[in-house]
């Protein structure tokens, strides 16, 4: 296997990619935009994983039976911390950052696109 990435399809997709590149301090490694001014596919590197992300189009399903989990692991505090102040904007929050029975520092939510997220320490 060449690699594994993690693919997410969201109505604004360029909204998305700066957001989530932004939350994850991720570098862009491409950019296809469709004709509409969205992404066709873009690909971000988020603490060395593929982050990949499309315009949604009318007839692909929706469904919210993921989540996405980034384990930092100790010392990642601040990568948790991060990441939360910049999705929780305009998301469900499941649970808001702080500890739980796992880990010192955790947080669940579904962002703004319909993205279930868990980043925990």
């Known amino acids: 296997m060449l690699r594994s990435m993690m693919q997410i399809y969201v109505k604004g997709s360029v909204?998305?990619?700066?957001?989530?590149?932004k939350a994850f301090n991720a570098k862009i490694l491409a950019l296809y935009p469709d004709e509409?001014?969205?992404?066709m596919h873009s690909?971000?590197?988020?603490?060395g994983q593929i982050l990949a992300v499309s315009e949604l189009i009318?007839?692909?399903?929706i469904g919210n039976t993921m989540q996405f989990c980034f384990h930092f692991g100790?010392?990642?505090?601040?990568?948790?911390?991060?990441?939360?102040?910049?999705l929780k904007d305009g998301a469900t929050v499941c649970?808001?950052?702080?500890?739980?029975?796992?880990s010192p520092c955790m947080f669940s939510l579904v962002d703004k696109f319909g993205v279930f997220w868990c980043l925990f320490v």
């Open 15 to 21: 909204e998305a990619v700066n957001i989530y590149q």
């Open 74 to 86: 100790e010392g990642g505090e601040e990568h948790v911390k991060n990441a939360y102040e910049v």
């Open 43 to 47: 690909e971000l590197n988020a603490y």
């Open 36 to 39: 509409n001014g969205g992404y």
């Open 58 to 61: 009318d007839n692909v399903v």
């Open 95 to 102: 649970v808001p950052v702080g500890p739980c029975d796992y």
